[in-house]
């Protein structure tokens, strides 16, 4: 068996990616599918759209291999975003709800202000946002006919898209999911990695309706061979910014990794213990390549390159996402510009379900280059947030980053990134970590790779950006951004 097969399942599109044994990608196809914004905050999409885009991406890289030489298939999915499906027909029962959706942020606010807050963050590691699935899988409960009724009795199926995709390709056989999903649902014990009661019964969600959770790396099923041609086991399972973590090769405590796309989530590996922010980050699980549970420490921020889409499809002001990098060289500085993207509020380390997005400074003199600058730059500076919140959990400065993601393609954006940390920031040579680590775990499970050792040794640097900002320019600028956050912020 020369290969194996990744399933990246994005928020904005479905790939997916074939590997060889030094873990060079062969082909990779994607499949791109249509995200509906239908009241201000709300942001849905189409489950069986997704899973036909996701097959169909599957079967054009499939198509493009030799038959029969997959040896095992890993699947990696944007998180959180919850699906209830009939177990029966198979059908969603209303459209999946998207992690950037923020229909539920009343209830949760209610519930931050309840006595219930100290056990859910101690339990979880999650800050209570509407964010996680918990309350969405709720919300969906208490707005289809006799939706609790029916979760209780087992009628109703509940899953994150990895946990869906891989009851379709098993053609139903298999409801299951993983600690690196299951620790973002708001309703897994984060130490024992297993559905807490005390927590389902606050969320008022049914045992029966959850899948199994298994582990990251091991066979828990088989793709029906009507799917792709040929059996093919599935041996990896996890979010995808674990899956980037694991695709940058940081499979020990320390090492971190930014990823730029939709949002952008920093993680921090934080090994075998389970660590607790002390600076409104969240503690969740890193993938796994043994079956002994592996922590970190995550930043996420909601809206990252989705800005530069924005200016693209809304505003018309680029054609293409990476016209944004030419468009932000071609003037000297943001000409006193800042853009918070708080398009669904403000995740970490605000976590203000109110803010909205502001672009603020504009005169008479202000060109459609600075709303491209302001917006890559608005991207670097959430990043550094997150940063500077991990610096203070952990007490130490950060040696270097490593950045992957759509957006990490943006020379302007990384070598602004690298001023504005102060700190240098390295580029792999495949940025497309998500399907690389989901590869990973497939991988090592079926001995394809005998070793988390030789997975690490595939890891290449494209390029390093080295900061070269005067600290004062640094600190004036990063004044600015916190002015315009401060603005955003009812
Ligand atoms: P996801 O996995 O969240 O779907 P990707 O990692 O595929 O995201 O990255 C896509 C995002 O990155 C989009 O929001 C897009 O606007 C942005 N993006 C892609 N290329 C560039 C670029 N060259 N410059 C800036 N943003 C980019």
Redesign the pocket.
Known sequence: MAFILSL?E????A?AAAYDEQGRVLAME?SSFACQYPHAGWVEQDALEIWHSQLDAARRTVARLPAGEIAACGITN?RETTVVWDRVTGEPVAPAIVWQCRRTAPFCAELAASGHAVTITGKTGLVIDAYFSASKIRWILDHIPDGHARARQGDLLFGNIDTWLIWKLTNGAVHVTDPTNASRTMLMNLESGEWDEALLSIFGVPRAMLPRIAPSSAVIGVIAAGHLGVEIPIAGIAG?QQAALAGQACFRPGLSKN?????CFALLHAGAKRPVSKNRLLATRAASATTAPQFAIEGSVFI???????L?DDMGLIK??????MLASSISDNGGIYFVPAFVGLGAPHWDSAATGLISGITRATKPAHFARA??EG?AYQTRELVEAMEADTGERLAELRV???????N??MQFQADILGCPIVRPAD??T?ALGAAYLAGLAVGFWKSVEEVESFWRADRRFEPGMSTSDRERLWSGWKTAVGRCRL
């Open positions: 990246d994005g928020t904005t599109s790939r994607s944007q995808d990823t730029y796309g939709t949002g990252a390159g989705a800005a530069i889409q924005w693209r293409s996402a990476s016209d944004s990098d917006a890559l991207i992957d993601g759509g957006a990490a393609r943006n302007f954006l940025t497309e998500t």
